[in-house]
């Protein structure tokens, strides 16, 4: 079919506006397929193509747009009613219509809004990130549990109704900046291999997590690092205190500010100190 060979821009512009195209043409693959949705008004979607060196195509939602698809360059503007639940739904249509067209490798999502029904599209994503939201029970437990990710990043969440018990922290490569509502105590058994915890830890926080690791949690974690409340790297009574209470519950070998523990069956792990941060490394057996 002619559409197969037209330029990725005008096979784009052509299936926008016409449903016989979307339904005909092959789905082309491309690399990689991202929401980004900063409300209450910016409603975007990014297109990279398999060859780097070509520019990403970038769609959007306006409600100022005078014809319903406008198109400079590599950028394509989609006119939409000005309200949110408008937005929402021309955005929903727009995935639709570009997923019927596209197969794309890679999937990201970058938001301070929740929406659903990018999940009917997948349930992988290379990066997610979800900044200065307001999500329920069930929102949390969806991103955090039902999904799988990459890199995935919650800062600045609020939350909204119940708060949960318990969360399973199961993402490859987790960073996690939330206060109040997010328990220390959910990052002791997490699956993941890599763990930034972005908001403040004690160091009684930080004794339960070697605790946990001691007796054989966090099988899969290679990596984490806290922001501590208390200067552990700098103040050199604060740090002895601390590496006496280690004692008690593990083999300690003390280097500058490198702290080597060693579980029973021989796994080690480094913990490196500096100031108002530690890194907890874990190493291969001996």
Not at 3 to 10: G, K, W
Not at 44 to 69: G, M, N, Q, Y
Not at 167 to 174: D, E, G, S
Not at 182 to 206: A, G, H, P
Request: glycine share 4%; charged share 25%; with cysteine.
């Amino acid at each position: 079919m002619f559409v197969d060979q037209l330029e990725f821009s005008e096979f784009m512009d052509l299936s926008l506006m016409s449903p016989a195209i979307q339904r005909a043409a092959r789905r082309r693959e491309v690399a990689e397929f991202k929401w980004l949705i900063m409300s209450p008004g910016h409603f975007v979607i990014h297109i990279t193509e398999l060859d780097p060196l070509k520019p990403k195509l970038i769609f959007k939602l306006s409600s100022d747009a005078v014809k319903r698809v406008t198109r400079h360059r590599n950028t394509f503007t989609l006119k939409c009613g000005p309200g949110l639940v408008e937005k929402y739904l021309g955005f929903w249509d727009l995935s639709k219509t570009l997923l019927m067209v596209l197969e794309p490798r890679k999937y990201h999502f970058e938001g301070n809004y929740y929406l659903d029904f990018v999940f009917d599209f997948t349930k992988n994503f290379e990066t997610f990130t979800m900044s200065n939201a307001n999500l329920t029970l069930n929102q949390a437990k969806k991103i955090l549990e039902s999904i799988d990710v990459n890199v995935f990043r919650l800062e600045n969440i609020s939350f909204e109704g119940r708060r949960p018990r318990k969360l399973n922290l199961k993402h490859k490569n987790m960073f996690i900046n939330v206060y109040k509502w997010f328990r220390f105590e959910w990052y002791l058994d997490m699956k993941c291999q890599k763990m930034t915890i972005e908001n403040d830890v004690s160091l009684n926080d930080l004794l339960l997590f070697v605790k946990s690791w001691i007796d054989g949690n966090l099988e899969n974690l290679e990596q984490c690092s806290f922001n501590m409340i208390e200067h552990i790297g700098g103040n050199s009574i604060i740090r002895d205190n601390f590496i006496e209470d280690l004692r008690k519950i593990v083999t300690v070998v003390r280097s500058d500010f490198l702290i080597n523990i060693q579980r029973l069956d021989g796994k080690r792990a480094s913990m490196e100190t500096c100031l108002l941060q530690c890194h907890h490394i874990v190493q291969d057996y001996f």
